[in-house]
């Protein structure tokens, strides 16, 4: 069974103070991780996606990197705006032409002043 | 591009009726579509595959008879929760994968829907 875990599962941090999000995952042969920014009462912005392992990519304060076992989103100098959910996604390539995602639970981001 | 509409963004029913939520691809076509329901604090969980010109495909537990998808055009899937009860109220968004090689799904707004 295709397994994701996300952690922190909230996470506090400074503007300008920069860390990173844990994404463990279990699939069958991944044909894709996916990262989402989500903000309250809104649906998933699609961000990144990863497709093997050592790739990398970025955008503005953003960096996602992928290895066998897990992703990792690194959010450097952060802003109050950066404030949301992020959310990390697997498709397995078992799911054919379905693309099926399977959902982490998230880390909860907030950046204070 | 690459995005997504619902409608409408929400909803108050009473009990027992039904209610349709739409879901648009605006600048591409989407021979897939997907619902997700989301309570809160939690994280997406897939309900069904929507594909254009067939039926959809629906996760284990969720009920065919009470969430109706139908996906009449390449733009265009709804989502009818039938029957609605207080235990369906929660917040549904969709979302399309364009056609090409690349796996991304574009997520729509939300619709939060709550039944009285």
């Known amino acids: 069974e295709d397994q994701v875990t996300q952690s922190p599962e909230a996470l506090r941090l400074q503007e300008g103070e920069s860390s990173s999000l844990n994404c463990s995952y279990t699939?069958?042969?991944?044909?894709?991780l996916f990262w989402y920014r989500q903000d309250p009462g809104k649906g998933p912005e699609f961000l990144f996606t990863?497709?093997?392992a050592g790739e990398e990519k970025e955008k503005e304060r953003l960096k996602a990197t992928l290895t066998k076992k897990e992703s990792f989103l690194h959010i450097t100098a952060p802003k109050p705006e950066d404030s949301a959910t992020y959310l990390c996604?697997?498709?397995?390539?078992?799911?054919?032409?379905?693309?099926?995602?399977?959902f982490g639970t998230g880390t909860r981001l907030q950046v204070t002043l | 591009g690459a995005v997504v509409s619902q409608h409408p963004s929400w909803v108050i029913c009473k009990s027992g009726t039904s209610v349709k939520i739409e879901c648009r691809s605006l600048?591409?076509?989407?021979?897939?579509m997907f619902w997700y329901r989301q309570f809160p604090k939690q994280s997406l969980m897939l309900m069904a595959t929507?594909?254009?010109?067939?039926?959809?495909?629906?996760e284990q537990g969720v009920e065919k008879d009470k969430f109706l998808i139908n996906h009449a055009s390449l733009t265009l899937s709804t989502l009818t929760v039938t029957s609605a009860h207080p235990e369906d109220s929660s917040f549904y968004i969709c979302s399309a994968r364009p056609p090409g090689i690349a796996y991304e799904q574009y997520f729509g707004p939300g619709t939060r829907l709550t039944v009285t």
């Open positions: 699939v069958s042969g991944l044909r894709g």
């Open positions: 929507s594909n254009e010109g067939s039926k959809a495909t629906y």
């Open positions: 990863l497709y093997s």
């Open positions: 600048d591409f076509q989407a021979t897939t």
């Open positions: 996604a697997v498709q397995p390539f078992h799911t054919g032409t379905a693309s099926k995602l399977t």
